[in-house]
């Protein structure tokens, strides 16, 4: 036991062992050597330098025995350090002359003493050394987990030392970050590891009877299985002597004795432990014994010795006769508590009698009582009770056989009893009894947690050698009941004590210790290595218990988070230690809490500090569930927060408690105990829930935070009791194959009982807890309950639980509650089944509370004559409850019948009366429910029920200030009977039952929808019958809130809810100033007005309205003017008029600065050309719809088209026009003109000009115009928030009131999603779904999805009726303040409460849910409202085909609008004015604009003529247009594949690790490292199988065989095979491949062929590659062996590409097993029968392997070739992947993102492809781009294909099903994936070449790439002549001497080598001493000096052009970036003071 205490090491008390230098640094550094400069004080109190010299400063003594702890007054550390750290070592500093000895064959256990002296945060790590030198650190890749660091505790495991010395060094490393100091400290002691003596054995025991004839005599040893001495390393000295033998010969000691008494045969081997006696050949008289002695010895082992007698019988018919023990192996390690069995060996006759006898046993040995100490005796059988050979000494049991009475036979056991440890003071005395004085408590006496204490016992004598001491002492908190736990079924309670472990080590005494309160008694086991042990229980001793305020400040100092002991030792991760203080502390708790102490702060810090430990281990487990059953006893002291801490702990608890005991791999003890100490403090949580909430509502108080803590802290409760159906259902059940299994926990009030069941099972059910439960829960059948959600092969079974008390007392309507709360739920593997709506109610029986009928019983005790009715005058007490009557007589000789009549309101009579009954209930109305045990229960013949229904008692009914009068009247018998006289005693009982279930995950609340009361209910129990067992949908109610309690608040400590109300406020003030301008603006907008110097024709038929559409794309609007035409003249009187309305597109930069000018078409005429123009408004902005009246001299008739164009003038002329809308006032004509297409030079066509015909109805209703129509309409006037911006200027909306809904629909969002906030958490979350290796979560669950219906139920209403309001109102005053009054009542009210919720909620959530709806409110409106417009709009597009309507108010002429008048003499006003301001600049840019650009006679008469600008200067504008669209397209082209390559780039080395290179070096290490590189032969593949590759890869095994619970781990103990080894064969075919010549035939006529695909064997064979159709008895079993041949697949196989072959995946295999026995027997078996033979040709070793401190996968292929030269080729391979990514979401993200790439250009592409196809396919940069884009696709194919895979294994692995061949599978994808990957990085790094082409040096290069391509080919041939020729001469001349050249690929790497100067000119010397040197000098002269010049000079030629001329079309980018950046700064810094300035610069710019 390892312990941390402060601020001292204190062990000196404890510890008694000699003094010994050691090393503990104080100066805080270490040197290289691991000594320090400063050291801790020796045996004689002196400071020491490590080197020897004293030095004078002060020190502490840490080793002295009996010396104070502090040496000098006022101590501070070496060197003035603020913090240090002090080391020891438990088991003392040894010196190498005085070393620690422990068995090589047990545990050898150190333990750290370590202490902290710092006022600061620190960090510590622990590191532990064994060296078996100074300089040698011994490879301890053989530890358990976790071994090295971080842990106070070195355990290692039996052989894990070899024999010798060792120094075992602990170094602890503190690190103060705060102060940037490192302190280290060191200690060091001596250990000797030994072995156990040898204990010698020989066949047939101590004597055995044989016939003349061979007689065998085998030697062997064995003390523990897996220390035997190796074979090799043993001596055998044999010695014969006659005990019977007539004339004996003289013999002399040794092996001569033996043969001259016996006869030495010729199988006898005295040196390897076999003697071979023939007494054929030697006569040996009939009837003789000879005893055979047998001494084995081994260096540095203690001898064995041992004998047999061998009786030679006298009758030679008579065969041998012997003992043996078939339940030990080895007669000599025979343990005095176990039973001995002997029995006669196989093939032994024993008919005729036989006499079992004790012939030898010690001098003080009682003797065998063979009546009542033998269990069993037979003729061949005998079994001996345990502990009945206790005395130490040899026995020797003997068998003797009477078959022929005048030769018996003999066979003798012989076996030796060892004492157990004793005290060496009592080693003469053998005592039967240990005293318990030998072991001692220091101090006697004390208090606990103010004390220390320590144990110590005097030293043992044991024979074995070194002893284990083991120290416990049980914890009895008073009045505690723990849980009893029973699994399986009806199996023994485990044991519950609280026994503490304290300390395992190898010295006698333990360190200082915090005991807890109590009387206390102690025991001691001390151990030997082999079993045998010694108990010492101590006298009990008394541990006083603190003051409370010694417990806090212990409680205090002990969890404090920096430097307190409990996170210390927690971080070194020593949970036994952890726990064993806090389990202390809470122990004093209890205590105190028992005797009436206020323990509630001592409470809320422990349990505080239990929910932040992470647990480890299983000792982790049940530390923090004592602690929490211990801190929780006393209810009363347990807070709101340290119940929800609780909670927290107990469910992490269960979830460890699950993870550890995954397939039974913890003993069902262990899980049984655990679960006791976890299921009570559940209990204490719920007790404390309901006493916490019983005070609350005692006060009155219906909602608290006290209630909310409650209702958190019962449901995560029960939440951990789901994880605990989960451990015994999934985990422990599927060990057992009872059909009726079950697990039973329970305590005095909370019962819970887990049955498995079948889910096919239609047999009737009842749960129960037997012995315990008072109630059940019978149900038709579980295949009911389960219906079809348990079909797919899980576990299912059901959780019964009853509680005495109500757990869910914090609900509003508990006070309904009062009797038992019944559960039951179906479980189906990890999930509870929903069950409801069954055909068939289930009952459910439970006990009413004592004190529940007090409210609702009346009991009427009275006599009544027969004939008389008796009426009693009641009261109902709670509605919709059923009314019982039950009647006790006192009378049991009453036959008559008894009526009973109840009435409402007044008493009843025989005629009148509301309801009626006559009992007793027939015999076959009776209602009966199965019971246990075949019984049954049956329902009181003398009582009447009315269900709830019936009697229907309402609200009303039970008015406290007006009840209802109830009157039953009884009468016993008839009127006939009154004159009898005779009376009858009886009791009524009248009461009142109601049956209700809990909604724990929405409500809360106890519900009756579904349950009815039941016919058996009576005063003392309730019967329910439901139809449901949970309620899985309904209304979810929103979160409570206390107004009273929230307006008690300090809103200045959360003022969060407050805040984002008055920001949004605030907000909407800032922007009603902006949208009342805004507005003001569209008052010009929306009017119509003649254009100028425009005369209007009064004839209305001559009246046109133009309006005018423009686009919402980018710079779509115009500066220019925009002229329509008309052919019929330019008269200037008045004629036909026409309102035009012009749209403009809604894409971005719609607008223009151009003038516009139409011309209208008609059947009849044509009109002039109308210029677009006006003075007094913007036109043509991006989205706006312009309407102009104009006239024509004559009415144009019918229009047929319309042609439109602009000037092209202003600096952003390019314009969208959406459409345009004519409408003849005087026919009421409208005619649409759909464009839909840019009017601009550098968009579209490049076209100024547009005939647009007249659309009709099929037109104006195709897929496109709809949609563009639908979506601009929807998203600037239909969409409540986008049209605030984008608001049409007649929509009578305006952006104020557009806002202003805004506002109030905000506030009405923020109150509903407060108001169910967090309650979709208390909901079931649906299954996951399982998606390229991502486990994605459905978005939404029906209870979210009803949160959502009614948030929505209470905000649309209000909300709509606002925006009906604004939209359909008139602008009537009244009408108007009630809509703003409505507007500002909704936005208070919701705002108000919002405030108030938060303030309920208090900060911490009050703040996660602001931050929560401020990011779904933003990610809701960018995002999800913009695609859902679309979306609709294509809906409507494709469904609907109507036009869209124009909703908005035709344009009016603005002369007389009010507001337009103010509006323009303001803007008037305002245009006067100039500036430089910013609020001059936007004016600029808006009001002014149209007057600067184009509405003004400003334009030159070119730009105002009446046809569209020159062809000449349109085609230079257009040609400077597509320039700059190529540069922008350049620029745009880089940066989009610089993003397209970023992401590639993120999306490959976000999934790599760069450990996975040390990884593969590490499994290399480990695996391919040993004996692989000494496989030369199949003898030697074998042996490294068995002595290196199984070892390796599973783990060892401890001494009794059994593995380590990680039964699949590399010896570094961090690296875990996922399935067993897999070894492949691939061999030739039987039968002649080949034949040597035939003059050669005389050596051999047979040959070995090569590998191939042809010669390779896929036939079936059974063992010794038997062909299977030449086998007769072959059976199913011998045919699936390894020598089956298995076909791999097509498609997910990969060949292995080998030195001498291909070797394909299929081929012969066998899974070595799971442990390393089973491998290594497999491994055997298949050498011994010859697997791999003359015709194996290779041998593929597999093995994935996984790392989950790394999460890396290593597929590991190991391949042995044999190939026909008789030599072994050896390969290995490890590929480390990442197969599982922790980021999975970003890397999902990351590949959406890339298929969008791949998406975008695969498009682009096409495009290119198919406008210029021959084009595209000679450029180079094209197969660049369809390489990039194939290659990208196949990426992600190949990636998503792996991960099916992978997920395919997952589910296989979880199934314990092999899964190598799907991970090797996955790997082979996944490396398929990253050379795509690496070549998708690479040919998008090379484009930038292409994409960087406007750099001179770039360009330059390139183009000396394309235009020497053809020299460099022409050159590239010749060279490559040149290179073969070397080639061919090279392999020629060295192919049999130098590997290098050893074939032609071999020949030209070389050379090739050679050419960039790497060679070696000796190895072509030793190949030839002349050509060598010929070749290498005329290759070298050849290739560097000629053929490297001419290469290097056509590059250099090429360059020099291209650099003199450079292509300045390619060159110009830098220009143009230039240029546009000054451009953009020197507009931005020029403020137009003359629009003629500007408009000139502009055209000079644009033209």
Not at 192 to 203: G, K, N, Q
Not at 1066 to 1079: C, E, F, L, P
Not at 1341 to 1347: A, E, G, K, V
Not at 1497 to 1520: G, H, M, N
């Amino acid at each position: 036991m390892a312990v941390v205490s402060l601020p001292r090491v204190e062990s000196s008390l404890c510890r008694g062992d000699v003094p010994a230098p050691s090393c503990s640094c104080r100066d805080g550094v270490a040197a290289a050597n691991g000594q320090c400069t400063v050291c801790s004080c020796t045996a004689d109190g002196q400071p020491r330098d490590c080197r020897g010299p004293v030095v004078n400063t002060p020190c502490e003594t840490v080793h002295a025995p009996g010396c104070s702890l502090t040496t000098a007054a006022g101590y501070a550390p070496p060197g003035g350090q603020p913090c240090y750290v002090t080391v020891d070592i438990l088991e003392g500093i040894r010196s190498i002359d005085n070393p620690l000895r422990e068995h090589r064959c047990g545990n050898i256990i150190m333990n750290a003493l370590v202490s902290f002296q710092c006022d600061h945060a620190y960090k510590v790590s622990v590191r532990w050394t064994v060296r078996q030198s100074d300089t040698q650190v011994l490879s301890l890749e053989a530890l358990p987990d976790d071994v090295i660091t971080d842990k106070l505790r070195l355990s290692l495991q039996p052989k894990t030392l070899p024999l010798g010395l060792f120094m075992v060094q602990v170094t602890v490393t503190m690190e103060v970050p705060e102060v940037g100091h490192t302190s280290i400290g060191v200690a060091q002691t001596w250990l000797e590891v030994i072995p156990f003596p040898i204990v010698a054995r020989v066949s047939g025991f101590a004597a055995r009877t044989r016939p003349l004839g061979h007689v065998f005599v085998l030697a062997a040893l064995s003390y523990h299985p897996d220390c035997r001495v190796p074979s090799d390393q043993l001596s055998y000295n044999w010695t014969c002597e006659a005990v019977s033998y007539p004339n004996p010969p003289v013999t002399s000691p040794g092996i001569s004795s033996c043969e001259a008494l016996l006869g030495l045969g010729a199988f006898s081997d005295p040196d390897g432990g076999v003697l071979h006696f023939d007494t054929s050949t030697k006569p040996v008289p009939l009837d003789s014994v000879v005893k055979v002695r047998l001494t084995i010895a081994a260096d540095g082992h203690d001898p064995g010795h041992t004998y047999i007698d061998i009786h030679t019988n006298g009758d030679p018919s008579l065969g041998q006769y012997r003992l043996i023990n078939p339940s030990r192996n080895n007669p000599g390690d025979f343990i005095a508590h176990e039973m001995l069995h002997l029995t006669m060996g196989p093939g032994v006759d024993y008919s005729g009698p036989n006499l079992w006898s004790l012939v030898e046993a010690p001098a003080d040995f009682p003797g065998l009582d063979w009546n009542n100490d033998v269990l069993l005796v037979t003729e061949d059988t005998l079994k001996v009770r345990p502990n009945v050979f206790t005395v130490p000494g040899y026995y020797t049991v003997r068998a003797t056989n009477y078959l022929n009475p005048a030769f018996p036979r003999i066979g003798d056991y012989r076996f030796v009893v060892i004492r157990n440890p004793v005290p060496l003071r009592l080693l003469q005395d053998n005592p039967a009894e240990i005293p318990p004085d030998v072991c001692s408590v220091r101090p006697a006496d004390g208090v606990s947690l103010v004390d220390k204490f320590c144990i110590v016992c005097e030293d043992f004598y044991d024979e074995v050698g070194p002893l284990k001491m083991d120290v416990k002492y049980k914890v009895e908190p008073g009045g505690i009941e723990a849980a009893t736990v029973k699994f399986p079924g009806e199996s023994r309670a485990a044991p519950t004590d609280i026994v503490l472990n304290v300390f395992s080590g190898w010295v006698f005494y333990t360190p200082m210790l915090d005991i807890a309160p109590g009387n206390i008694t102690v025991e001691v086991l001390i151990s030997s290595a082999d079993g045998r042990s010694t108990t010492i229980q101590l006298d009990p001793f008394f541990i006083a218990n603190p003051a409370i305020e010694d417990l806090i400040a212990y409680t205090e100092e002990f969890f404090d988070s920096q430097v307190g002991p409990f996170y210390s030792l927690l971080s070194m991760r020593s949970s036994a230690e952890t726990f064993s203080g806090a389990v202390a502390a809470a122990s004093v708790i209890a205590a105190l809490g028992g005797n009436g102490d206020d323990i509630t702060e001592a409470t809320d810090m422990v349990a505080a500090n239990m929910a932040n430990v992470e647990l480890q281990d299983y000792d982790g487990v049940t530390g923090l569930a004592t602690t929490i059953m211990l801190v929780t006893a006393y209810p009363e002291f347990v807070s709101g927060n340290a119940q929800v801490h609780s909670s927290m702990s107990l469910k992490h608890a269960f979830g460890k408690l699950r993870d550890l005991s995954v397939n039974n791999s913890l003993p069902v003890e262990e899980v049984n105990i655990a679960t006791a100490y976890i299921f009570t403090g559940a209990a204490h949580v719920f007790k404390a829930s309901e006493v916490k909430a019983l005070s609350e509502q005692e006060d009155g108080v219906e909602f608290s935070s006290m209630l909310e803590k409650n209702r958190e802290a019962t449901t995560r409760t029960f939440q951990a009791l789901d994880v605990l159906d989960d451990i015994y259902l999934s985990n422990m059940m599927p060990a057992y194959d009872d059909d009726d299994l079950f697990a039973d926990i329970f305590t005095s009030k909370i019962h819970v009982r887990i049955k498995r069941e079948d889910p096919g099972d239609s047999s009737e059910q009842l749960y129960t807890v037997a012995g315990v439960s008072d109630s059940f829960v019978r149900v038709l059948s579980f295949s009911s309950l389960a219906g079809d959600g348990c079909l797919g092969g899980e576990t299912a079974g059901v959780q019964f639980l009853e509680s005495n008390f109500n757990p869910f007392e914090y609900s509003n309507n508990s006070r309904l509650v009062e009797s038992d709360v019944v559960g039951l739920a179906v479980k189906c593997g990890n999930s509870t089944l929903p069950v409801s709506g069954l055909s068939e109610p289930i009952d459910i029986l439970t006990r009413r509370e004592n004190k529940s009928l007090d409210e609702l019983m009346y009991i009427f005790t009275t006599s009544s004559r027969l004939g008389d009715i008796s009426t009693f005058h009641f009261h109902a007490r709670t509605n919709m409850s059923a009314m019982g009557f039950s009647l006790d007589l006192n009378s049991t000789l009453f036959p008559h019948d008894v009526t009973l009549w109840l009435r409402k309101h007044e008493p009843p009579t025989p005629d009148t009366y509301d309801w009626t009954a006559t009992l007793p209930v027939p015999e076959d109305q009776l209602v009966t429910v199965p019971w246990m045990n075949g019984s049954s229960l049956t329902s009181g013949a003398y009582q009447w029920l009315l269900p709830e229904d019936e009697i229907a008692i309402t609200d009303l009914d039970v008015d406290i200030y007006n009840r209802t009068d109830y009157f039953i009247g009884v009468r016993f018998g008839s009127e006939v009977d009154r004159s009898s006289g005779e009376t009858v005693p009886f009791t009524l009982y009248v009461f009142e039952t109601t049956c209700v279930y809990f909604q724990e995950n929405e409500t809360h609340l106890w519900q009756r929808d579904g349950c009815r009361v039941g016919p058996m209910s009576n005063i003392t129990h309730i019967h329910c019958q439901c139809d449901h067992l949970t309620k899985f949908a309904g209304f979810v109610p929103p979160n409570p809130l206390n107004i009273r309690e929230a307006f008690s608040a300090n809103i200045l400590e959360n003022p969060t809810g407050l805040i984002l109300v008055l920001a949004v406020f605030t907000s909407y003030v800032m922007g009603v100033i902006w949208a009342r301008k805004a507005d003001r603006r569209d008052i010009a907008k929306a009017g119509v007005r003649l254009l100028p110097g425009h005369k209007l024709n009064p004839r209305k038929d001559c009246q046109y309205l133009i309006t005018v559409y423009t686009g919402f794309r980018g710079n779509a609007g115009t500066t220019a003017e925009v002229r329509t035409c008309t052919h019929a003249g330019t008269h200037t009187h008045t004629h036909c008029q026409y309102l035009i309305t012009v749209y403009t597109g809604f894409r971005g930069n719609a607008g223009t600065t151009a003038e516009i000018t139409l011309v209208l078409y008609g059947i009849q005429h044509e009109s002039r050309p109308f210029t677009l123009r006006d003075e007094h408004r913007i036109l043509f902005e991006q989205g706006s719809v312009d309407s102009f009246l104009v006239s024509t001299e004559e009415p144009l008739g019918v229009l047929t088209h319309m042609r439109v164009w602009h000037n092209n003038a202003g600096y952003s002329p390019s314009w969208y026009l959406g459409q345009i809308v004519v409408a003849n006032r005087g026919t009421n004509a409208t005619d649409f003109f759909l464009s839909n297409r840019w009017l601009a030079v550098d968009e579209d066509d490049g076209k100024i000009e547009r005939l647009i015909p007249t659309a009709g109805e099929e037109e104006i209703t195709l897929f496109r115009n709809l949609f563009l129509e639908k979506s601009s309409r929807d998203m600037n006037d239909g969409h409540l928030w986008f049209s605030v911006a984008g608001r049409p200027a007649r929509s009578p909306f305006t952006r104020v009131q557009r806002l202003s809904c805004c506002l109030a629909l905000l506030y009405s969002t923020m109150l509903t999603n407060i108001m169910f906030f967090g309650r979709g958490d208390d909901f079931d979350p649906p299954e996951p779904i399982r998606f390229a290796g991502l486990d994605i979560n459905p978005p939404i669950s029906l209870p979210q999805l009803m949160i959502g219906i009614q948030s929505a139920a209470i905000i649309l209403p209000v909300n709509l009726l606002i925006v009906f309001l604004f939209r359909n109102s008139g602008t009537q005053k009244g009408a108007a303040a009630r809509r703003w009054l409505l507007v500002w009542s909704a936005s208070f009210v919701a705002a108000f409460f919002t405030v108030l919720y938060t303030l309920s909620f208090g900060k911490a959530k009050a703040e996660a849910w602001v931050c929560t709806f401020v990011t779904s409110f933003i990610t809701d409106l960018f995002l999800v409202q913009p695609v859902k417009l679309v979306l609709v709009a294509m809906l409507f597009a494709l469904f609907t085909k109507k036009p869209v309507e124009d909703g908005d108010p035709a344009p009016t002429p603005t002369g007389d609008d009010e507001e337009y008048i103010i509006f323009s003499e303001n803007n008037s006003r305002t245009t006067e004015k100039s500036g430089t301001s910013a609020t001059s600049w936007m004016r600029y840019f808006t009001i002014n604009r149209a007057a600067d650009y184009g509405t003004n006679p400003k334009f030159s008469a070119e730009e105002r003529s009446t046809s569209p600008p020159d062809e000449e200067v349109l085609a230079e504008a257009r040609a400077r247009s597509a320039e700059k669209r190529k540069r922008r397209a350049a620029v745009l082209e880089v940066l989009v594949f610089g993003l397209f390559v970023t992401v590639i780039m993120l999306t490959a080395y976000q999934e790599r690790s760069p450990l996975a290179f040390y990884m593969t070096q590490n499994v290399k290490n480990q695996l391919v490292g040993g004996r692989f590189s000494k496989v030369k032969d199949i003898e030697s593949f074998w042996s490294w199988v068995q002595h290196d590759l199984i070892p390796t890869t599973r783990s060892a095994e401890w001494y009794n065989g059994r593995t380590l619970a990680a039964d699949t781990v590399l010896q570094d103990m961090l690296t875990h095979p996922l399935d067993s080894v897999q070894l492949r064969q691939l061999r030739l075919k039987q039968g002649q491949l080949c034949k040597t010549p035939k003059r050669m035939h005389h050596i051999t006529p047979l040959c070995t062929a090569g590998f191939s695909k042809l010669t390779e064997d896929i036939d079936n064979y059974t063992q010794g590659w038997i062909r299977q159709n030449e086998t007769v008895n072959s059976t199913v079993e011998e045919i699936e062996t390894p020598w089956m041949y298995k076909i791999a697949s097509l498609i997910d196989s990969f060949p292995y590409f080998g030195q001498h072959g291909t070797y394909h995946a299929g081929g012969y295999n066998v899974p070595l097993g799971k442990t390393r026995a089973s491998g290594l027997r497999l491994a055997t078996f298949l050498q011994q029968r010859g697997w791999l033979d003359e015709r194996t040709r290779a041998v593929i070793v597999e093995l994935i392997l996984y790392n989950p401190h790394a999460n890396l996968f290593s597929m590991v292929t190991l391949v042995v070739e044999f190939t026909n030269l008789g030599a072994a080729y050896r390969g290995a391979e490890v590929v480390t992947l990442r197969l599982m990514q922790q980021e999975a979401i970003l890397l999902l993200a990351l590949r959406a993102v890339l298929a969008v790439f791949i998406l975008f250009f695969i498009i682009k592409e096409a495009e290119r492809l198919f406008s210029r196809p021959m084009e595209y396919l000679k450029d180079f940069w094209s197969w660049v781009e369809l390489l990039v884009i194939v290659i990208g696709v196949a990426t992600l194919g190949v990636y998503f294909n792996a991960q099916s895979i992978i997920d395919k294994a997952a589910e296989q692995r979880a199934s314990s099903r092999s899964v190598l061949d799907l991970y090797k599978s996955a790997v082979n994808w996944f490396q398929v994936y990253t050379y795509l990957l690496a070549l998708l990085i690479c040919c998008g790094t090379l484009k930038f070449i292409r994409l960087l082409r406007f750099n001179s040096h770039v360009y330059a290069l390139t183009m000396t790439i394309r235009k020497s391509g053809r020299p460099l080919l022409l050159f590239t041939i010749m060279a490559g002549i040149v290179l073969m020729a070397f080639t061919q001469m090279g392999n020629f001349l060295f192919g049999i001497k130098l590997q290098d050249y050893k074939n032609m690929l071999t020949s030209l790497q070389s050379l090739c080598i050679m050419m960039l100067g790497s060679f070696d000119f000796d190895a072509l010397v030793d190949g030839h001493y002349i050509l060598g040197p010929l070749m290498f000098f005329s290759y070298q002269v050849l290739m560097q000096f000629i053929l490297l010049s001419m290469f290097m000079t056509i590059l250099m030629d090429v360059y020099a052009e291209e650099s003199q001329d450079p292509n300045t079309d390619d060159l110009r980018m830098v220009g143009f970036i230039r240029e546009n950046h000054f451009r953009g700064c020197w507009k931005s810094k020029s403020f137009p003071v003359n629009g003629r300035e500007e408009q000139q610069h502009e055209n000079t710019a644009g033209l």
